[in-house]
């Protein structure tokens, strides 16, 4: 299905935008300077607007809007909102919820019945919880059976709104170190422990590592006993094509802040914006965002697609296109300070803020170098298949003797 853009963005600022206009833009820069996140109150706004459970399935009360639409509507959340770390938030929730919700459909409906469905309703919030200081195929947090209790241990290094996350899922190792399971674990559980995490930028997010520490926990809490990693990367393929979505809002709003920057500025008894080189670089800034908008349109409409009709499943595309579209922005945030003077450094214009939090998207997810490596690995595995296939063939036809 090919989605009427334009159609989205005026649904974005007919539902949103006031809500963006007078809640969430004038307290951005506040958010960012002392690491605050969005109060509980501000959250549950979001969920009666909307803004939470927009894919989430109507029978847990979501709108059941298509993925494809999530991705425009990301972008145009980008445009409006002006504080990156929403975006973020939102679409991270979005994931969580709906990954908890497809766990509780396949034999563990009280999954939904406590979790998910609260989360629609923006009376819960649920966290991902994968990434810690060990490789994934070797986590050190596990869980140990006793008796009919699963007891947890370990350490996880970031959780985006951890700070106000009432539950998370939890990825361990099994007891025998051989597999990985998928747990839920709640804030007020004995043993556990959520620190604030100060970053770079992206501050907004209530950015949060916990530790467990003999965290007790029954069997009803588990979402999958085993291969966890599976259940882990349906996230993260998610999660790749939403951080390519809303960072196409945040370059086009960054445009606009650094036109609107230089509108005043005259240099040389000439406007600064009528120089040639000032338009070259605007058009320099927004060929990157087509560049980033053609990949991640594509990713958005495949994902559909694919969900469907073979489920959830890992694509390099959908890698790609978190790739690019983190590229394109660190380029426009680099092109932004060039055409800025001081006023892309200082604080106060409200520019320096996008460079900062567009870095958030290097490491997220893999990282950048790691998604070069798994497509590098790709094009070769698939070019060493090609040439056997090729061989096996000669060698049928040798047998055939049709090339002698
Ligand atoms: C703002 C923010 C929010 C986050 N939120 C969450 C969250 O909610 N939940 C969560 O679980 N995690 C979260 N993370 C963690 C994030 O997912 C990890 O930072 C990311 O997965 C990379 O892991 P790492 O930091 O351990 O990097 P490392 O694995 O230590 O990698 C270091 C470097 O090596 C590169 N590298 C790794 N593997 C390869 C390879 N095979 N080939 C080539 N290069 C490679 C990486 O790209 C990176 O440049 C968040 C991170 C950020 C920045």
């Known amino acids: 299905m090919t989605i009427d853009h334009g159609a989205i963005a005026r649904e974005v600022e007919e539902r949103f935008g006031d809500f963006f206009r007078e809640k969430i833009n004038p307290t951005a820069a506040y958010r960012d300077q002392t690491y ?241 080189t000032f338009k070259a670089a605007i058009g320099r800034m927004y060929m990157a965002v087509e560049r980033a908008r053609s990949m991640a349109y594509r990713v958005f409409e495949r994902t559909e697609a694919r969900r469907a009709t073979m489920g959830y499943l890992h694509d390099p595309l959908v890698s790609i296109a978190k790739y690019i579209s983190t590229e394109a922005a660190l380029e426009v945030a680099d092109i932004a300070q060039r055409l800025s003077g001081g006023h892309g450094y200082f604080e106060p214009y409200g520019i320096e803020r996008y460079l900062r939090d567009f870095y958030g998207l290097v490491p997220i997810i893999g990282g950048q170098p790691a998604i070069e490596a798994e497509i590098g690995a790709r094009v070769i595995w698939q070019r060493e298949r090609r040439l056997a296939a090729q061989r096996k063939q000669l060698q049928t036809m040798h047998y055939q003797g049709e090339l002698v």
């Open 36 to 276: 605050t996140t969005f109060d509980q109150e501000t959250l549950r706004e979001m969920a009666r607007l909307g803004l939470i459970g927009f894919t989430a399935d109507p029978s847990i009360g979501g709108e059941g809007r298509t993925w494809e639409e999530w991705g425009h509507v990301l972008e145009e959340i980008g445009y409006l909102a002006d504080d990156s770390g929403l975006p973020m938030l939102l679409s991270y929730r979005e994931t969580a919820t709906n990954l908890v919700h497809h766990s509780g459909r396949q034999g563990r409906p009280h999954l939904i019945e406590r979790y998910a469905e609260p989360a629609v309703r923006g009376e819960a919030f649920i966290g991902w919880l994968y990434t810690e200081e060990k490789d994934a195929l070797n986590f050190e947090t596990n869980v140990v059976r006793r008796g009919d209790r699963y007891i947890l241990n370990g350490h996880k290094s970031a959780s985006t709104g951890g700070l106000s996350c009432t539950a998370w899922i939890v990825y361990a190792s099994t007891e025998d170190g051989q597999d990985t399971m998928a747990i839920m674990v709640e804030r007020g559980d004995p043993g556990v422990t959520v620190t604030p995490v100060r970053s770079l930028g992206l501050r907004s997010i209530g950015l949060a590592e916990l530790h467990f520490q003999d965290v007790e926990l029954t069997e009803d809490r588990i979402l999958t006993p085993s291969d966890g990693l599976s259940h882990g990367q349906i996230f993260i393929n998610e999660r790749r094509v939403t951080g390519a979505a809303w960072l196409l809002g945040r370059m086009r709003a960054l445009i606009d802040r650094v036109i609107e920057d230089t509108q005043p500025k005259v240099r040389y008894n000439r406007r600064l914006s009528e120089f040639d």
